[in-house]
Each structure stands twice: as C-alpha cells, then as structure tokens.
C-alpha cells in the first residue's frame, strides 16, 4: 500500500532557526514521484518541488534544500534562516502512476516565531 | 496565467440539503482532480477527470456525491444530500496531461463547506 507519514504534526521556531520536516514514505513501485506543497493561511496548496524514484540528488532553492534518500525511503525537507513568512502547514505527497493521484501526509504545520 | 478558479469560496448548509462546486482549471490542463480535506488533515482524492473521462473515482462516496467536466474543461462538483461529515474544505487541482510522468498538480483556493 502507498503511504507517506509525516511524524511532525507542529513544529516552532524562532525566526532565522534552520528547521527540517520530515517525510516517510511507503510503495511497492519502482517508478514513484514524491511532491512537497505549502498551505499558507490562506488555504491555497503551492507547489514547491517534485522528485522522480530514479533521481536521487538532492535539491537546494535559496533557502530551501530536500533530502531524498531511498534507502531510508525518505525525502526530508530544510528551511535554512527561516522566516516568520514560512509559516505555514507543509505536506508532503507521493504518486505513483502516470498522472496519478496525490497520497498526501497527514501535514507538518511550522510556525516562525519573530 | 490565471490559476485554478473555484466558487463559491464559503458555503454553509444544513445537513440533507444539496450543494454545488464549480472548478476552472488551468487553461490548457487535460487533467483535473477534487480533492476533500478534512480539518487537519491531508487532502485525498475524490475524483480525477482525463478530458471528460473519470479515471478514478474510487473514493467518490457515489451515493451522494457526483461530478461531471462536459467538454472538458469546467468541473461541478455535487453532494446530494449533504452530511454532517461532508464538512470540509473541497480542492480542485489541475495538470497537463502526464502520459509518462506525475506532473505537478495546481491547486485553487478550495470551498469551505459547513454542513450544519
């Protein structure tokens, strides 16, 4: 069964803290795509990043960096200096087939403290 | 680029009473999806639309909720009649046809529902 656990339900910081939320996943096919999305406040899901199974390097954008790891069957995901505008409930999503549908986490939900 | 439109954005009801959603996705996205998600938690799929074909609706609880995308584009979304555990926040996310790859899904800015 496909399956992603995000063990972190809350997560606080102070503003400029690095923090790193972690995702755990579980599949039987190869060929699998792991997504992480923002849901700020306001309620809309951001895309952030995809990883195809088959690509393992890792992935830094200005402050934010992801881990994945299939040994660990891992894709953890880094705030570097994190800022009160991080704020927000990060899920992690897994997919498996052509288009497919998204397996999302139960959320990480990060709050930056000023 | 306009993103995914959905209205209303805000809907209250009383329990057994009908509703409607209604999605746009991004213009030139052959895929669609209605995701439910329930107050802390993930959202999970509901119903993925090809076009206008259903390729999964395997969570769809069909005997009350339904959805069509006539002409491939616009979606509604209907819960006939409406339940206190339909209280939820109801995505619609689309992406350019993923023949080979799971694409990138873009979501809008939900429905809240309250069934009261």
């Known amino acids: 069964a496909q399956k992603v656990t995000q063990a972190q339900t809350e997560i606080s910081v102070v503003e400029k803290e690095d923090v790193t939320l972690d995702c755990v996943y579980e599949?039987?096919?190869?060929?699998?795509?792991l997504f992480w999305y923002k849901q700020p406040p306001s309620g809309e899901l951001v895309f952030l990043i995809r990883?195809?199974?088959?690509?393992?390097q890792n992935e830094i954008s200005g402050r934010y960096s992801w881990n994945f790891q299939k040994s660990t069957s891992s894709f953890n995901f880094t705030i570097t200096a994190s800022q009160v505008v991080d704020s927000a409930v990060y899920f992690c999503?897994?997919?498996?087939?052509?288009?497919?549908?998204?397996?999302f986490g139960q959320g990480t939900e990060l709050s930056v403290k000023p | 680029e306009a993103g995914v439109a959905q209205s209303p954005r805000y809907k209250i009801i009383e329990k057994r009473q009908s509703v409607a959603f209604w999605c746009n996705p991004i213009?030139?996205?052959?895929?669609l999806y209605w995701y439910q998600q329930i107050l802390g938690q993930g959202p999970k799929l509901l119903i993925q639309?090809?076009?206008?074909?259903?390729?999964?609706d395997s969570q769809l609880p069909k005997d009350r909720f339904s959805a069509e995308r006539l002409k491939g584009v616009d979606s509604t979304l209907k819960i006939q009649p409406a339940k206190l555990e339909d209280s939820a926040v109801y995505l619609c996310?689309?992406?350019?046809?993923?023949?080979?790859?799971?694409?990138?899904?873009?979501f809008g800015p939900g429905t809240r529902l309250t069934v009261t």
């Open positions: 599949t039987r096919d190869t060929t699998y795509y």
């Open positions: 639309f090809q076009n206008n074909g259903v390729v999964d």
């Open positions: 990883r195809n199974s088959f690509d393992e």
């Open positions: 999503a897994l997919a498996w087939n052509q288009g497919g549908k998204l397996i």
């Open positions: 213009s030139g996205h052959a895929t």
């Open positions: 996310a689309s992406s350019l046809s993923g023949k080979r790859d799971a694409l990138e899904q873009y």
